[in-house]
């Protein structure tokens, strides 16, 4: 057994200091702002669709709409977090 043992995931992520911005409670933020934003979006645009097509047509847009803006909340995220540094 030579060597020092290998850092799991955990470790990297507490020892990293990118996580450390505004005091360590960015990665908690993180954590509850990414899905209570897609929640409300999910809520708006199924708002928003069931004035144009039926109740299951809109339910199903409004999801399809939402999973595509996953990438765009995540980068709004990483925008953020370079601001803050």
């Known amino acids: ?4 043992p290998k850092e799991s995931i955990v ?3 507490v020892n990293n ?3 450390d911005l505004l005091g360590g409670y960015q990665l908690f933020l993180r954590r509850i702002t990414i899905p209570i934003l897609l929640s409300l979006l999910l809520l708006l645009s199924y708002t928003i669709f069931l ?3 039926n ?3 809109s339910l199903i847009l409004s999801f399809g709409f939402t999973g595509l803006m996953l990438g ?3 980068n709004l995220d990483r925008f ?3 601001l803050l540094k």
């Open 72 to 74: 765009p909340v995540l």
């Open 51 to 53: 004035n144009f097509f």
């Open 11 to 13: 470790d990297k992520v």
């Open 80 to 82: 953020i977090a370079e």
């Open 17 to 19: 200091p990118a996580y």
């Open 1 to 4: 057994m030579e060597g020092s």
């Open 55 to 57: 109740s299951s047509n």
